[in-house]
C-alpha cells in the first residue's frame, strides 16, 4: 500500500537541513535583506481597475482559489485588469513547505465535488480565450489530485469550448497513472515546473527531485504527443550561475520541452529562502537567446515574469475571448 502521510517543514530549514546557506554557495554577508531595497525595475502598479474589481468579486462570489492570490504574484494587477487569472483547485493548503512558495502548507481539508463546475462556470462568465488551472500538492490524496483535473478539463470544454486550457500540475509524486489521466484529457498546454537549478532541490523543493520532475515532463509529452503543447519554468536569484541555468535549460529541452518561462525570486517572508542576487533584465535577455539556441519554441525571461504571465501568448490562438471581460483580452 501506498504510504501518502505528509510531513510540515519549517521553510527557512526546509526538510531539516540548517546549512541552507552553505547550500547556496554564500554566507550570510552575501544575501539580500528581506526588507531592503529593490532594484528599480521590479516597480509596478498597485492593483486595482474596474476590470480587477469585478474579477475580485467573482471569484470570490464562487468560493474560487487563484495562485494570483496565494502565491502573491506581483503581476496581479497587469493580468487581472487584463481579464486573466490562474485557478488553483483543490484549496489553499499545500501538503509540501517548499522554501520559497507563500501558500500554506498543513493537513488539507479540502473536498468539493462541484468545484470543477464552479471553476468552469467562472471562465465562461470571464470569457477567457486561455484558462490555467493549476493546484496545490495534495500527497493525501490517493490519485495526488489527478481527478480534479480531469474534471476541471472537462466542464471547461462543457460550459466554454472556445477557451485554449493550460494545467500546471505538481509531480503526482512521480506516477505515471494519475499523469497519464490528465494528459489523456488533451490540455492544450501541459505544465510542470521545475523550478530551479538542480544543485538548488535540497533546500528549495524538498519532498520533490530533479530527475522525478523532468521525467513528468517526458512522459508527458510522450503521453500526449503532438496535441499537447509541454512547458516548464523556473527562478533565479538563490545563487545560481548563468551556465548553471544554461545547463539545466539544455536538460529541459532532452526531456521534450516546448515552452519556457524564467523569473526573479522574490522572498515573500522571512520565513522563506534568502534572495541571493537580483538578476539585471540584460541578464535575463542573455538567458532568453540561449533558450532559443537550445531550441524552445517561445521564451518568456524577465524579473517579473511568472510561469502564468501572459500566458495566452505561449501558443497560437484562435479565438479572442467571448464575455464580460473580452475587451481585457487581446485580440
Known amino acids: 500500500m501506498t504510504d501518502h502521510r505528509h510531513q510540515t517543514r519549517s521553510r527557512s530549514h ?44 467573482l471569484i ?3 468560493n474560487l482559489h487563484t495562485v494570483c492570490q496565494e502565491a502573491a504574484c506581483p503581476n496581479i494587477g497587469e493580468c487581472w485588469q487584463r481579464g486573466t487569472a ?17 501558500v500554506k502548507t498543513g493537513k488539507p481539508t479540502w473536498h468539493d465535488p462541484l468545484e470543477p463546475a464552479r471553476v468552469a462556470r467562472s471562465i465562461a462568465k470571464m470569457g477567457l480565450r486561455h484558462a490555467v488551472i493549476t493546484s496545490v500538492d495534495r500527497d493525501d490524496l490517493p490519485d495526488y489530485g489527478a481527478s480534479a483535473f480531469v474534471g476541471v478539463i472537462r466542464q471547461i470544454r462543457r460550459q466554454s469550448p472556445q477557451t485554449k486550457i493550460e494545467v500546471l500540475t505538481p509531480d503526482f509524486r512521480g506516477s505515471e497513472m494519475p499523469l497519464a489521466k490528465v494528459v489523456a484529457e488533451r490540455p492544450d498546454v501541459f505544465n510542470h515546473n521545475v523550478e530551479v537549478a538542480p544543485r538548488l532541490y535540497p533546500v528549495a523543493r524538498r519532498g520533490s527531485t530533479w530527475e522525478r520532475s523532468k521525467r513528468v515532463l517526458r512522459n508527458a509529452k510522450e ?22 541555468m544554461v545547463d539545466a535549460l539544455g536538460e529541459l529541452r532532452e526531456n521534450h520541452v516546448q515552452v519556457l518561462t524564467v523569473g526573479q525570486y522574490l522572498r515573500p517572508t522571512e520565513r522563506h529562502l534568502p534572495v541571493v542576487r537580483y538578476w539585471h ?3 535575463f535577455k542573455a538567458l532568453e537567446e540561449a533558450a532559443y539556441e537550445l531550441g524552445f519554441e517561445h521564451v518568456a525571461a524577465g524579473p517579473l515574469v511568472r510561469s502564468s504571465y501572459h500566458a495566452d501568448q505561449h501558443i497560437a490562438q484562435t479565438e479572442p475571448g467571448v464575455g464580460p471581460l473580452r475587451e481585457a483580452v487581446p485580440a
Open 60 to 62: 470570490e462570489s464562487e
Open 86 to 102: 490562474t485557478f488553483m483547485i483543490l484549496g489553499d493548503t499545500c501538503t509540501r513547505r517548499c522554501g520559497f512558495c507563500n
Open 281 to 283: 533584465p540584460d541578464e
Open 223 to 244: 503521453f500526449g504527443g503532438d496535441e499537447v503543447t509541454t512547458k516548464s519554468g523556473l527562478m533565479v536569484g538563490l545563487g545560481e550561475s548563468f551556465d548553471e
Open 14 to 57: 526546509p526538510g531539516g537541513i540548517s546549512d541552507v546557506l552553505t547550500v547556496l554557495g554564500v554566507d550570510g554577508d552575501h544575501v539580500q535583506p528581506y526588507r531592503g531595497r529593490k532594484p528599480p525595475w521590479f516597480k509596478v502598479p498597485a492593483p486595482g481597475g474596474e476590470r480587477y474589481r469585478k474579477l475580485q468579486g
